[in-house]
């Protein structure tokens, strides 16, 4: 794996307030939050940006958003709605380079910032 923030969180050398994982990702809040609610989906397959997705790895993704959907079920803020984004590169707005997903909510639409 690469030497990110994100997988010294997967391999638990750093802490972070992880509210999901499993085999394949994990999930936790982001520590400079643009939302009231704002959780990383983070997969532990070391894929650096979006482009770098293979087509063999496209469950990666659609297990980042069936995650981030389940999260917001149980959390119930799933019918008043939310937001997820996928940066990709310097000028979308990755500063992080493991693919991720963030999930907001907890805000209507506009009242908080795009990540």
Known sequence: MTDTI??????????ADVVY????LIAFRDIAPQAPVHVLF???????????VQPDQAQVIGRLA????????????D???YRIVMNCNGDGGQTVFQV???????????RFGTP
């Open 6 to 15: 994100f997988h010294k969180i997967i391999r638990r050398e750093i802490p």
């Open 66 to 77: 069936v995650a981030a959907a389940d999260y917001a079920k149980a959390q119930g803020f």
């Open 100 to 110: 991720h997903l963030h999930l907001l909510a907890g805000a209507p639409l506009g």
């Open 79 to 81: 019918e008043n709605g």
């Open 21 to 24: 994982e499993d085999a394949h």
């Open 42 to 52: 983070v997969p532990k397959t070391d894929i650096a940006t979006l482009n770098d």
